[in-house]
């Protein structure tokens, strides 16, 4: 994802979007934007690496689903050009009647490429 | 607070109880926490440095609340020694029949001294 020139809010609103969108329609994609330092604690439970983390996300017990995103938050995350992102919504499994409520915070870091890669990402789903 | 020799794990637990025990009962000593640089982004509203994230929080339209941790997760945020706590949990207000749910991320930096501040904080009420 290009950053140049872009402000921190529309590099996270498009970053948020392209991940929603991969997760729900090419999950196994979701691979390009993590490296081998990337961390994933998904509900509690503490996962680092590509192969893991795609493993991981590929392997959730449901495959169709949509995220609808109610907010995006980010801040710049200190001296070395790293982003926070904070995103609030909801995701509709095929079948069930009711959404479940989510929060994810992800930590961007920057590629020599000029693009983001994730380095932080927490999973948290709010039993509404 | 004393970070030297904790896993992080601990370290999150407690600087999360030592937040909202401080916030439910001396809010205005939350701004022990913060620096000058510290970024808060509340509901959406972006707020820098310790008076005015103070006077922020401070001016909420409520006075008592308390609020009840569900989940801390933590990770580590690269090289600067940094540490990513994201929260979940509800807010019941003094009067309030139903309790709000809400989630919130901290990035805590360490000081010269081994303690941390709050050097990213972001907020939002997930209207349950």
Not at 79 to 106: C, I, R, T
């Amino acid at each position: 994802m290009a950053a140049a020139q872009m402000d921190p809010d529309a590099v996270a609103k498009a970053f948020v979007e392209h991940y929603y969108s991969t997760f729900d329609n090419n999950r196994v994609g979701l691979g390009g934007l993590y490296q081998e330092a990337s961390m994933l604690t998904f509900e509690g439970q503490k996962i680092q690496g590509v192969q893991s983390i795609v493993a991981k996300l590929t392997s959730l017990p449901f495959q169709q689903c949509k995220h609808n995103i109610s907010t995006v938050d980010c801040q710049p995350s200190g001296p070395a050009s790293g982003m926070l992102v904070f995103v609030s919504g909801n995701l509709q499994l095929a079948g069930e009647e009711h959404a479940l409520k989510f929060s994810q915070m992800f930590h961007l870091m920057p590629t020599p490429q000029g693009s983001f890669y994730v380095f932080n990402d927490i999973f948290r789903l709010n039993y509404a």
